[in-house]
């Protein structure tokens, strides 16, 4: 049985969260902070994690960071927030999360976008080949497993180091 947890310090964001995802046949955790949610990663594995943006102590961002460095969380994030700036879409993109929803949110697209990452997988490894004597802006993109999202693949493509 697939594990999501789901983290957010509002009561009533998860009660919706766990009745939205309850057609799908997975254990929901919920957590009420990112320090809970880094204790509980230590052992327990899951599959899906859905985190809140801002939350009192340590953000989601934050969260997002710690699990990206420490290398012991490779469940696919969605960040969630009521904050529909672009520069926090974009910055939860470039931390690796492989999505950012919008509160107030649409239970059954958020059903929608879980069935589509347990349906898709979540791993892929991209390459970037340049062609000699090409611009950095012309490459040739091969990746190997699927993406999300669009904007995950502009993502990879602004991490790639340009060739010498």
């Known amino acids: 049985m697939k594990r999501i947890m789901v983290v957010d310090d509002d009561p009533v964001i998860l009660k919706l969260s766990k009745l939205a995802l309850s057609p799908l046949n997975v254990e929901i955790v919920t957590l009420t902070s990112a320090e809970e949610a880094l ?36 469940a696919p994030i969605m960040m969630l927030s009521g904050r529909r700036m672009q520069k926090d879409i974009l910055a939860s993109l470039k931390l690796g999360a492989i999505d950012y929803i919008c509160k107030p949110f649409d239970p059954s697209v958020l059903l929608a976008k879980i069935e589509a990452v347990f349906s898709n997988g979540n ?25 999300q999202s669009m904007s995950e693949l502009g993502v990879i493509l602004q991490m790639q180091e340009p060739i010498a």
């Open 39 to 74: 204790k509980v990663l230590r052992f327990q594995p899951f599959d899906l994690l859905i985190v809140d943006v801002v939350m009192p102590r340590m953000s989601g961002f934050e969260l997002l960071k710690k699990l990206k460095k420490a290398g012991s969380c490779h």
């Open 123 to 147: 791993d892929f490894s991209p390459e970037v080949i340049f062609a000699q004597g090409l611009s950095h802006s012309s490459a040739t993109v091969t990746l190997t497993g699927l993406l």
